[in-house]
């Protein structure tokens, strides 16, 4: 088995400390930043998601097609990178025109994480 390398997400891009971090429930490795959310209007399996364009600490799922609420999506599921937890999924094909905008984004799900105020 090998090493596990983590990436720990303690600044915004401009230096300045971050005002928070969402992490995994289970173990509290860093996923993302909250200053990084792009919308909260979305819904997952447990309730609240939220979407991002950029995630870490994570390791995906195989490709899977899902009928959502916006219609049918190929999918794969993101689990924490530490502790193989689910954590929500990411978007690879959206087969309506209006839904293309989500492909490569993530939706992390407010029920499995923690945040963490800095």
Same mark, same amino acid.
């Given at each position: $088995?090998?090493?596990?390398?983590?990436? *720990?997400?303690?600044?915004?891009? #401009?230096?300045?400390? @971050?005002?928070?971090?969402?992490? +995994?429930?289970? +173990?509290?490795? #860093? @996923?993302? /930043?909250? #200053?990084?959310?792009? !919308?909260?209007?979305?819904?997952?399996?447990?309730?609240?998601?939220?979407?991002?364009?950029? *995630?870490?600490?994570? !390791?995906?799922?195989?490709? %899977?097609?899902?009928?959502? $609420?916006?219609?049918?999506?190929?999918?794969? #599921?993101?689990? +924490? /990178? +530490?502790?193989?937890?689910?954590?929500?999924?990411?978007? =690879?094909? @959206?087969?309506? =025109? !209006? %839904? &293309?905008? &989500?492909?490569? &984004?993530?939706?992390? =799900?407010?029920?499995? $994480?923690?945040? %963490?105020?800095?």
């Amino acid at each position: $088995m090998g090493l596990l390398f983590v990436e *720990v997400l303690p600044r915004h891009r #401009d230096g300045a400390p @971050a005002a928070a971090v969402l992490k +995994c429930r289970r +173990c509290r490795v #860093d @996923a993302a /930043s909250a #200053d990084a959310i792009l !919308s909260r209007d979305f819904r997952g399996r447990s309730g609240r998601a939220y979407l991002f364009d950029h *995630v870490v600490n994570i !390791s995906l799922g195989p490709n %899977e097609d899902r009928y959502l $609420m916006t219609g049918l999506h190929t999918v794969k #599921d993101i689990y +924490c /990178s +530490c502790c193989q937890q689910l954590l929500g999924w990411r978007y =690879e094909k @959206a087969y309506e =025109e !209006s %839904e &293309k905008y &989500k492909e490569g &984004k993530f939706i992390l =799900e407010k029920a499995r $994480m923690w945040k %963490e105020a800095r």
